[in-house]
């Protein structure tokens, strides 16, 4: 079985940083690709940032690029999300999940999600 945990969220100011985690509890976790999610108030679960198994390849959507950072430490099963410089609209629900891709296709590779955690920006 696969479970992941999130939590690093909070409430910050714009321009504020964070860093979320996602803990794996799945058997071989590093040979899994990973990726992060966000649901707003009211909208679709989007798609945020992936890595690959090894950690040598990422892909960002356009809206964080240059702000998030996606990471991963495979010895402690964990996989990161360094937000920075975050704007009011970063404010949503943050998941994780494993991928199918790295940079072709933004689809996860399981159907369930866990709790995510709470990301809030204020102005």
């Known amino acids: 079985q696969v479970q992941l945990v999130e939590s690093g969220g909070g409430l910050v100011q714009a321009g504020g940083s964070l860093r979320l985690s996602c803990a794996a509890s799945g058997r071989t976790f590093s040979s899994y690709h990973m990726g992060w999610f966000r649901q707003a108030p009211g909208k679709e679960r989007a798609f945020v940032a992936a890595?690959?198994?090894?950690?040598?390849?990422?892909y960002y959507a356009d809206s964080v690029k240059g702000r998030f950072t996606i990471s991963r430490d495979n010895a402690k099963n964990t996989v990161y999300l360094q937000l920075n410089s975050l704007k009011p609209e970063d404010t949503a629900v943050y998941y994780c999940?494993?991928?199918?891709?790295?940079?072709?296709?933004?689809?996860?590779?399981?159907?369930?999600w866990g709790q995510g955690t709470q990301v809030t920006v204020s102005s």
């Open positions: 999940n494993a991928m199918r891709a790295v940079g072709f296709t933004t689809t996860p590779l399981y159907d369930s």
């Open positions: 890595i690959s198994w090894s950690g040598g390849s990422t």
